[in-house]
Every structure is written in structure tokens, then in C-alpha cells.
Nanobody, 124 residues
């Protein structure tokens, strides 16, 4: 069983930054892709970013390209999401997930473990 625990969310003003972390249990963290999704009230869960098991390949939703950066430290079993130039529309619960395979994917069906999420609120 894999557990994913997110942290780093909070309240930030427009234009501010936050860094989210997701710590994973288990000894196979470096074998799988990892992703971040988000869900705003009344909306569907949305793909945000993902990266391959090695961290060498990434994918982002268009709305965060150039502002968000996903990275991972396999020695610490942790994946990060650096969020800069935050906008009110970034407000959501951010959820990390472990992919079933090595390469990043935008498809939530290709993730098998999910965290509980961390709230990010961007105030104007």
C-alpha cells in the first residue's frame, strides 16, 4: 500500500508563490511517474502537471505553463509543485497521484494512488 501526503498549501495573494510537497511511502517511488491534479468547488478534477519516474520528462496543462514547475527528489520519495505568479483561478484543492507507468500522463485513469489534497487559495 502506498500513501501520499501533501503539504504546503495555504492562502496567498495574487502574484504570490507556493511550493507544494507530496511525500510518498514505499520503496518503489522512483519507478513510477507522479502527477498533480486540482479540484475547485463545483468543478471536475483537472490535470495540472506530471513528470516521469526519472524526472526527465514533464507535462503541464496550458494554463500553468511558464508559472508552475514540477520536480521530484527520488532519494526523499517526494514530488514538488512550485507555483509562481498565482491567480485566483488557481484556487483549488491540489492532489498528488502516483502513475501506473514510467512516463507522465494527463489521464487520471492511469494513476493508481491518490493523496487527500492540500488547499490552495489565491486572494485578490
Amino acid at each position: 500500500q502506498v500513501q501520499l501526503v501533501e503539504s504546503g498549501g495555504g492562502l496567498v495573494q495574487v502574484g504570490g508563490s507556493l511550493r507544494l510537497s507530496c511525500a510518498a511511502s514505499g520503496r518503489t517511488f522512483s519507478t513510477y511517474a507522479m502527477g498533480w491534479f486540482r479540484q475547485a468547488p463545483g468543478k471536475e478534477r483537472e490535470f495540472v502537471a506530471a513528470l516521469s519516474s526519472s524526472g526527465g520528462s514533464t507535462d503541464y496543462v496550458d494554463s500553468v505553463k511558464g508559472r508552475f514547475t514540477i520536480s521530484r527528489d527520488n532519494a526523499k520519495n517526494t514530488v514538488y509543485l512550485q507555483m509562481n505568479s498565482l491567480k485566483p483561478e488557481d484556487t483549488a484543492v491540489y492532489i498528488c497521484a502516483r502513475g501506473r507507468f514510467v512516463l507522465p500522463t494527463i489521464n487520471p485513469g492511469e494513476y493508481d494512488y491518490w493523496g487527500q489534497g492540500t488547499q490552495v487559495t489565491v486572494s485578490s
